[in-house]
């Protein structure tokens, strides 16, 4: 039964099944297989995340087979997201997500930065926003992938903000531009992403659409 539920949390989330068995080892099954996250700020980010992906600018969206804008599954709990990238796409990944400029054009997530760095991921936080709960994202990714994600931006002509600490004003206006945004959709955004192996068959293209709401 345990190897069932593991295999079918893997098919949904697209994590390693060694991954999916430990998660109900250490969680069991009291919040569901695959969980939504609880917090509206953690909804909030997570679909900021999907949003760029599904909607870059500055560079063309991610789409290797058997992805989801460049993503091969996701490490879903409650109050925490780890991103998986395909193999030998973590850079590309990054580089879609973490904000720059060109001019007056913002591109990627705005005030998105990166946090602690182990072997093996790379964390991402939000630039101190008021009124708003910390939310816990991380990406399957390395330092040497965080230094391709910048070359990347350059040789497109895009500036990194997320080196700075600091959030600009315009990263502050475009935050709040995409919050309101999201606010009726936010959900659907961040079920699609705890859940990527639902979609990367279908390809689904959301450059103007939403996810669909999931039952």
Known sequence: MASSRAKLRASVTGEPYSLAAAWIADHGLGDGLVPDAQLPAQQLAEAALLITL????????????????GLAGTEPSIDRLTLRPSDG????????????????????APLLRTGKITKTCVGLRLSAVSGMDAVHLA???????????EQLQGEVGLTPLWTSP??????????????????????????????????????????????????
Do not use: C, K, N
Not at 173 to 179: E, K, N, S, T, Y
């Open 89 to 108: 796409h973590a850079a590309a990944v990054l580089a879609r997500l973490l904000p720059a400029h060109s001019g007056d054009r913002l591109t990627g």
């Open 139 to 149: 990406i399957r990714a390395t330092r040497a992938h965080r230094r391709q994600a």
């Open 54 to 69: 599904a909607r870059p600018q500055g560079l063309p969206v991610l789409s290797p087979a058997g992805t989801l804008y």
């Open 166 to 215: 600091e959030a600009t004003d315009a990263e502050l206006r475009a935050w709040r531009d995409l919050a309101r945004t999201l606010a009726a959709s936010m959900d659907r955004w961040s079920q699609a992403l705890r859940r990527p192996a639902l979609f990367v068959s279908a390809h689904p293209d959301w450059s103007t659409s939403t996810p669909a709401e999931m039952t």
